[in-house]
């Protein structure tokens, strides 16, 4: 079996430019589409939309010959693995360039030596366009993290639903979906983090909510969540938000919670009016962001 680069997914396009009107756009945050000047194509075929997919993980780079076969038949045995990939390429390019393009025109689908090219820009996929938002949003926490509200809701909206739903299980594409969703669930730490920056604790403890449901065992969405509650004044509700987890990881996985957790136990416990918060992914020694956290008590005391 292939080799899988997921390293390569990591490398979107610095210059993420409006996409023209009349243009090939590919999302694949959710289920696979392709629009062509700006309506939808429909791909009936499961193998052909696994072969946008994968073309799109690299989109704008050669992908192979073997590495696709690998993708779409892996332990599948087959005749003529190149006669069937070259029919289902066939197929997509009539759903990319319409059935109207002329014998040798230009085509979105280039054939190179020993294997494919998707030939458009990388923003023009919706998971690139993501990887720069989030990237863009999570440098501007420090120094601006109202404008990190924005790129980072931005690039949340780009998601219609697990990323590369319908792609089939190919280990590309099964590793890329699971790249996708860790840097999802990044970005909500990041948005969570921004919104308690500025104030609108009510907001994050909502989208907290939702998250510590789906991830029941995420400490730091627990501890982001303990600190919007007690930026609302619900003490008690922070409080529990900590115990619960803590027995959750004691009767699932047999530990105890991480010490930063424990540490912002003893601080909500203390009712400290200051709690200083650093970025998931901050260096060592790097600076924090002193979160006001004053109970709405004491606020009016």
Request: charge should be positive; aromatic fraction near 4%.
């Given at each position: 079996?292939?080799?899988?680069d997921?390293?390569?997914?990591?490398?979107p396009p610095?210059?993420?430019?409006?996409?023209?009107?009349?243009a090939?756009?590919?999302?694949?945050?959710?289920?696979?589409?392709v629009?062509v000047?700006?309506?939808?194509?429909p791909?009936?075929?499961?193998?052909?939309?696994?072969l946008?997919?994968t073309?799109?993980?690299?989109a704008?780079?050669?992908?192979s010959?073997?590495e696709?076969?690998?993708?779409?038949?892996?332990?599948?045995?087959?005749?003529?693995v190149?006669?069937?990939?070259q029919?289902?390429a066939a197929r997509l390019?009539?759903?990319?360039?319409?059935?109207?393009r002329?014998?040798?025109?230009?085509?979105v689908?280039?054939?190179?030596?020993?294997g494919?090219v998707?030939?458009v820009?990388g923003?023009?996929?919706?998971?690139?366009?993501?990887?720069?938002?989030?990237?863009q949003?999570?440098a501007?926490?420090?120094?601006?993290p109202?404008?990190?509200?924005r790129?980072l809701e931005?690039?949340l909206?780009l998601?219609?639903?697990?990323?590369l739903?319908?792609?089939?299980?190919g280990?590309?594409?099964?590793?890329g979906?699971?790249?996708y969703?860790?840097?999802?669930l990044?970005?909500?730490?990041?948005?969570?983090?921004a919104?308690l920056v500025?104030?609108?604790?009510?907001?994050?403890a909502?989208?907290?909510?939702?998250?510590e449901?789906e991830?029941p065992?995420h400490?730091?969405?627990?501890e982001?969540?303990?600190?919007a509650?007690y930026?609302?004044?619900?003490?008690?509700?922070?409080?529990?938000?900590?115990?619960r987890i803590?027995?959750?990881?004691?009767r699932?996985?047999?530990?105890e919670?991480?010490?930063?957790?424990?540490?912002?136990?003893?601080?909500?416990?203390a009712?400290?009016?200051?709690l200083?918060?650093?970025p998931?992914?901050?260096?060592a020694?790097?600076?924090?962001?002193a979160?006001p956290?004053v109970?709405?008590w004491?606020?009016s005391?």
């Amino acid at each position: 079996m292939a080799a899988v680069d997921t390293a390569s997914f990591r490398r979107p396009p610095s210059n993420i430019a409006e996409l023209p009107r009349r243009a090939v756009r590919i999302e694949i945050l959710g289920t696979v589409s392709v629009y062509v000047d700006e309506r939808e194509r429909p791909i009936r075929a499961h193998k052909v939309r696994a072969l946008l997919a994968t073309l799109a993980l690299d989109a704008g780079r050669s992908v192979s010959n073997v590495e696709l076969a690998d993708e779409l038949w892996s332990g599948q045995p087959l005749g003529n693995v190149q006669n069937a990939l070259q029919a289902h390429a066939a197929r997509l390019r009539k759903v990319l360039d319409g059935p109207k393009r002329r014998p040798g025109g230009e085509t979105v689908l280039r054939t190179v030596q020993g294997g494919y090219v998707l030939d458009v820009p990388g923003d023009r996929v919706d998971a690139n366009r993501f990887l720069e938002l989030a990237g863009q949003g999570a440098a501007a926490l420090r120094v601006d993290p109202r404008r990190a509200v924005r790129l980072l809701e931005s690039a949340l909206r780009l998601w219609r639903g697990p990323a590369l739903l319908d792609a089939g299980d190919g280990l590309r594409c099964r590793a890329g979906a699971a790249l996708y969703e860790e840097r999802r669930l990044a970005v909500c730490e990041n948005l969570a983090f921004a919104r308690l920056v500025v104030g609108d604790a009510g907001q994050a403890a909502a989208e907290l909510r939702r998250l510590e449901t789906e991830h029941p065992l995420h400490e730091r969405f627990c501890e982001l969540l303990m600190i919007a509650l007690y930026q609302l004044g619900r003490q008690g509700e922070a409080l529990h938000t900590y115990h619960r987890i803590r027995e959750r990881l004691d009767r699932e996985l047999g530990l105890e919670p991480s010490a930063p957790l424990r540490a912002r136990h003893t601080e909500i416990l203390a009712q400290r009016q200051v709690l200083t918060l650093m970025p998931t992914h901050a260096r060592a020694g790097g600076p924090v962001l002193a979160v006001p956290a004053v109970p709405a008590w004491s606020r009016s005391a």
